[in-house]
């Protein structure tokens, strides 16, 4: 049996890292991140979303669905 802790420590880091510092922080992995796209752009819409209307808001969340 092996420990998958290693493998979650150093996807947790990687997120602290990426979280704390930006992408320039992990760039040596950022080309092996599955979904990159996905997740750039679900983290754009985070940090812009509070100032989207209702229909920006719908349009943008259907996309996920």
Do not use: F, H, N
Not at 29 to 53: N, P
């Amino acid at each position: 049996q092996t420990c998958a802790l290693p493998i979650c420590v150093g996807s947790m880091t990687g997120q602290i890292l990426g979280a704390v510092y930006g992408l320039d922080s992990v760039s040596d992995w950022a080309d092996k991140i599955e979904c990159r796209k996905v997740i750039e752009t679900l983290a754009s819409d985070l940090e812009t979303m509070k100032s989207w209307d209702e229909a920006e808001i719908i349009a943008k969340t259907s996309q996920y669905c």
